[in-house]
């Protein structure tokens, strides 16, 4: 790997937008779809246990994200984006006439065959699990408002995860009732949304080299939290 010192980074020319935005993308290699757990969820090979288990555990995710953006939310001084943000909260929080995705995640669980007060006892969830998400609930709290944006990026590779699982799950696992599968559908578009704002204020937020590379740093970290769940996951159902 090249390793730069801070004081080399400091001197390297930044990045024009679409180069930077590029590097960002270019993170993609590192996304959890890549991780072996997922391609044999994908495969179509996993045993209802196993798919189960990743339901449960990743329901840990799905329950601490509206608390990681209400860090964000309550870090940021900026009225304009607080607007957007909370936004966020409540598609997976719910409003009213929508019954949001904590809602939707707990439907598919019930698709999958976990009740619905076992998935809230949070009895299946990992301790490395727990440890990443935590990980990530923290940072948005300690990290200035537009890391905890940055951090929130993975979702550029997120909708083709969605569209993979849609496309897949109905002919690979049919004991899975397909109502179950509306979160993955819902996240789609909620998603673009998202990642709009969130490179929005990325690309004007870090702008020389050295703030640039830290954003890639904070993706990095983010995409590290993901990878470790799957690792957890893989070692407990694998
Ligand atoms: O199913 C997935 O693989 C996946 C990944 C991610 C992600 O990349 O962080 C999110 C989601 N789903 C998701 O459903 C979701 O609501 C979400 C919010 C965020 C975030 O960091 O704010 N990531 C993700």
Redesign the pocket.
């Known amino acids: 790997m090249n390793m730069m010192s801070r004081a080399e980074i400091g001197c390297q020319p930044r990045w024009d937008k679409a180069t930077f935005q590029a590097q960002l993308l270019a993170k993609e290699e590192h996304y959890?779809i890549h991780h072996p757990f997922n391609v044999r969820m994908q495969e179509g090979v996993l045993t209802p246990e196993q798919i189960r288990g990743w339901v449960a555990n990743?329901f840990y995710y799905?329950i601490r994200?509206p608390q990681?953006?209400a860090a964000i939310l309550a870090n940021c001084p900026d009225r304009e984006t607080r607007r957007r943000w909370l936004l966020?909260i409540l598609d997976?929080d719910g409003c009213d006439g929508n019954a949001g995705?904590i809602e939707a995640w707990t439907r598919l669980g019930e698709a999958v065959g976990i009740p619905r007060a076992e998935l809230w006892s949070l009895r299946h969830v990992l301790p490395g699990v727990r440890f990443a998400v935590d990980g990530y609930v923290n940072f948005a709290r300690q990290a200035s408002w537009q890391e905890g944006v940055c951090?929130?990026l993975?979702?550029m590779?997120?909708p083709r995860?969605?569209k993979d699982r849609l496309a897949s799950w109905p002919t690979n696992y049919p004991w899975i009732d397909p109502e179950g599968l509306h979160y993955f559908r819902s996240?789609i578009s909620l998603?673009e949304r998202?990642v709009e704002h969130g490179l929005q204020v990325t690309l004007a937020h870090f702008v020389t080299r050295e703030q640039q590379e830290r954003a890639l740093g904070i993706l990095q970290f983010?995409l590290d939290v993901?990878w470790s769940m799957m690792d957890a996951i893989e070692r407990a159902y694998g």
């Open positions: 959890h990743r799905q994200i990681k953006d966020r997976h995705g951090s929130s993975t979702e590779f997120a995860i969605h996240r998603a998202d983010k993901l």
